[in-house]
């Protein structure tokens, strides 16, 4: 097999967005900004009072690879869909863009994975997934041929909520590391650490670069300030890529510390897939071998285009928009 | 029953919209702007061809009572979808802004209708419609108390392409007149009107109302100037509705005529929908009594809105912006 830039492994979801009100979210008990895990009682009578929606490919890890291939890197995704029309959807939408998606829809049990995202006149997403098939993830799932052309494994934090998909993480991680690869892990989301911090901090320790934001490592490590989490990470891992929405990124490496300006100018329609884009432009300069701070840039400009819109994946040409960008 | 507004009856699709340029028509031997009408085995090929695509529920008639709910006007609509996800997306979408939707589902057969839709760096859209359970659409589901509710039944011509729903069609008909209701038709599409010409020139002699753009008007009577097709049209129907884009719209109402301009500053996105959402001011000002030139402007408003973004169902308040406009 090829080399190929990354390889993301995550839940396989196809979002369903609409605009709704702050009041929307109170009325049913919703957190802002969080990502809810429901089952399929709760998603239907969500649904139900739902807004008109828009259905768009999403998942975290599958988001990032439609921006590295977006940027004109290559890769494969490995998630479970069902045999449905949102499986037909999903499996579509990042093929179409290129992206090697070979993992085998289940035949049976729950319908493809889906996340019901209300967007706020702010621009903040909240996000309440039905995992569905995403839920029978399976080692078997792992191709280890995939894993070892990949220069990076990407795994999402989001993988430790399905049971089984754990072990197939935990194998993707020894296949990487086996072939000399690297492997990269997104924290995903604040309430998702909670879930899974004893876990995710013996994870954070294996693995090569962490990508988090602020919410998201202070809960790791329970403290009180970005100073103190700073600190503690880097003992922990030793490329860590920490996202602070408005007020940039920061990039630790070993000592080296470098500060990331957000991209300025940018109206904010639906921050939907913000971190998950800024991912896919750091890997995509880091698997170019390009320095972090040029890392840092790109993960910026992606991430930039995703809230400047409503859906996660990219509709402009990232590869045309970095180019610009960094001249 | 109480009296609603309109009462929609159409096709009934989720419609796939994509970003595609002109050498993709091209080479799939599309044209640009036209509906065209593809079986299960075209549409997997197209699909398979396609760019990431978004799903919004759409279908002509659909749209129009989309526009309707959202300038504050009450509706119900009557099309066929089937048992599964796109279906449940279609079914929602309608019913969460308050439009009435009791067709029952097909349960079995083909899918619920879907519509490919190239966007072009243009706006112009160039659609593929696979009309799956739509073609299942029957006279029985034809509601008499729901015709004869409605101060307009609203038929789309492109329910002249499934064959049984020509029987609905004319069973809608003659529920409307026989209960003293008007009945309004747009011609659709000028191919749809080259497919079914001798039928829908009978037809417009037997309705309340016409909406057709320029093409679809010169098709119909096979005329090379606007100014023919005006005089062909007045002496078939009471009350003609003509739009002509950019150019804005005529209104025919007996020996009555006015032009009303389109809409200024308007940046053309995706035209999905402009004339499904005119028909939805024009439709809303008429039943509420508005002068004919005033609902020319309700129509160019929303049509305005439809095209400023990608989909054809309103994504802003439309009674707002209606009221901010009119004054």
Redesign the interface.
């Known amino acids: 097999m090829h080399e190929i830039d990354v390889v993301g492994i995550g839940n396989a979801i196809v979002d369903v967005l609409c605009?709704a009100d702050d009041r929307f979210l109170d009325r049913h008990g919703l957190t802002k900004g969080a990502m809810m895990l429901v089952d399929a009682e709760q998603a239907g009578r969500l649904?139900?009072a739902?807004?008109?929606?828009?259905?768009?490919?999403g998942g975290s890890a599958a988001n990032t690879m439609?921006g590295i291939a977006s940027i004109g890197g290559s890769g494969a995704f490995i998630g479970k869909v069902r045999d449905?029309?949102?499986g037909e959807?999903f499996a579509?939408?990042?093929r179409?863009?290129g992206i090697s998606f070979m993992t085998p829809p289940a035949l049976e049990g729950p319908?493809?994975g889906r996340c019901l995202i209300m967007v706020t006149p702010d621009g903040q997403r909240t996000m309440n997934t039905l995992l569905g098939a995403a839920n029978d993830l399976t080692p078997d799932d792992v191709n280890p041929a995939v894993i070892g052309a990949a220069k990076v494994t990407y795994l999402e934090g989001y993988l430790w909520d399905p049971p089984a998909a754990k072990a197939a993480f935990r194998k993707a991680l020894e296949i990487a590391h086996g072939a000399g690869r690297k492997v990269a892990l997104t924290l995903s989301d604040s309430f998702c650490v909670d879930r899974h911090r004893d876990e995710f901090r013996a994870l954070v320790d294996q693995v090569d670069i962490v990508f988090a934001n602020e919410a998201e490592i202070l809960s790791l490590y329970q403290v009180g300030t970005f100073d103190e989490a700073l600190h503690a990470v880097r003992r922990a891992v030793t490329l860590a890529v920490l996202t602070r929405s408005e007020q940039g990124s920061v990039i630790l490496d070993g000592d080296d510390v470098h500060v990331i300006g957000a991209e300025r100018g940018v109206t904010v329609i639906d921050t939907t897939g913000a971190g998950d884009l800024y991912a896919a432009g750091f890997l995509s300069g880091l698997t170019r071998g390009r320095p972090l701070a040029e890392c840092g840039r790109m993960g910026a400009i992606a991430a930039a285009e995703a809230i400047s819109h409503m859906?996660a994946?990219p509709?402009a040409d990232l590869a045309a928009l970095v180019a610009e960008k960094l001249g």
């Open positions: 605009q649904y139900a739902m807004p008109p929606g828009v259905e768009i490919s439609a449905d029309q949102l959807v579509h939408d990042i179409s863009i319908p493809t859906g994946r509709q």
